[in-house]
């Protein structure tokens, strides 16, 4: 799995422990619903640490707790 799909997946996870849709992110998180739509398409490869960053805001929590779970300490490195 790529880092951009566990993204991804813990934004889903996160949302639906809230009982939240995507709309309700982007307003929670100040951003528009096409950028929070844009993150959640796998098509696009990029999401920059401050859109990332937002998303935590909206959703009250802090960056440690989005990436604190066992998919992200298992990534493998990008460089070879």
Do not use: H, W
């Not at 566990?6 to 934004?11: M, T």
């Not at 422990?17 to 998180?29: C, D, K, P, V």
């Not at 859109?51 to 929590?61: A, Q, S, V």
Request: hydrophobic residues 35%.
């Amino acid at each position: 799995m790529s880092v951009k799909d566990i993204v991804v997946k813990r934004f889903q996870e996160l949302c639906s422990e809230r009982g939240i849709n995507t709309n309700e992110l982007a307003t929670r998180s100040g951003v528009t619903p096409s950028t929070a739509y844009s993150m959640m398409d796998k098509t696009r490869r990029d999401i920059s640490i401050v859109t990332i960053k937002k998303f935590c805001d909206g959703l009250e929590i802090t960056l440690g707790e989005f990436f604190t779970t066992p998919e992200f300490d298992s990534l493998e490195q990008e460089i070879e």
